[in-house]
C-alpha cells in the first residue's frame, strides 16, 4: 500500500528558503521516479519538480535556478529545497511517484500535502 507523507512547509517572506520532505513506504522506492507537485487555491495541480531513480531531474520553468530536487533512496526519501521563494510559490506541495515518459502522475494516493505560504 503507497503511503506518502509531506512535510517541511510553513510561511516563510519572499526570498526565504524552505526543505520540503516526502516519506515514501509502500513502494519499491529506489527504482522509482519522483516529483513534486503543488496546488494554488483555484488552480490545478502542477509538476514542480522530478526526480529520476538514477537521479536526473527536470523542473518546471518557473522554479529553474531556485528549486533543487534530491533523494536519498536508503531512506526512501524525496527532497525540495526552495530558494529564493516568491508569492507565487504559496500553495500545498505534494509528492508520487511519476511516470519518467509521459510526467504523469504515477499513484492515485495523495497524502495530505504540506502547506508553503509565502508572505511579507
Known amino acids: 500500500q503507497v503511503r506518502l507523507v509531506e512535510s517541511g512547509g510553513g510561511l516563510v517572506q519572499p526570498g526565504g528558503s524552505l526543505r520540503l520532505s516526502c516519506a515514501a513506504s509502500g513502494i519499491i522506492f529506489d527504482i522509482r521516479a519522483m516529483g513534486w507537485y503543488r496546488q494554488a487555491p483555484g488552480k490545478q495541480r502542477e509538476l514542480v519538480a522530478a526526480i529520476s531513480s538514477d537521479a536526473s531531474t527536470n523542473y518546471a520553468d518557473s522554479v529553474k535556478g531556485r528549486f533543487t530536487i534530491s533523494r536519498d533512496n536508503a531512506k526512501k526519501m524525496v527532497y525540495l529545497q526552495m530558494n529564493s521563494l516568491q508569492p507565487e510559490d504559496t500553495a500545498v506541495y505534494y509528492c508520487?511517484?511519476?511516470?519518467?515518459?509521459?510526467?504523469?502522475?504515477?499513484?492515485?494516493?495523495w497524502g495530505q500535502g504540506t502547506q508553503v505560504s509565502v508572505s511579507s
Open positions: 508520487n511517484g511519476i511516470n519518467w515518459t509521459t510526467m504523469k502522475p504515477r499513484y492515485d494516493y
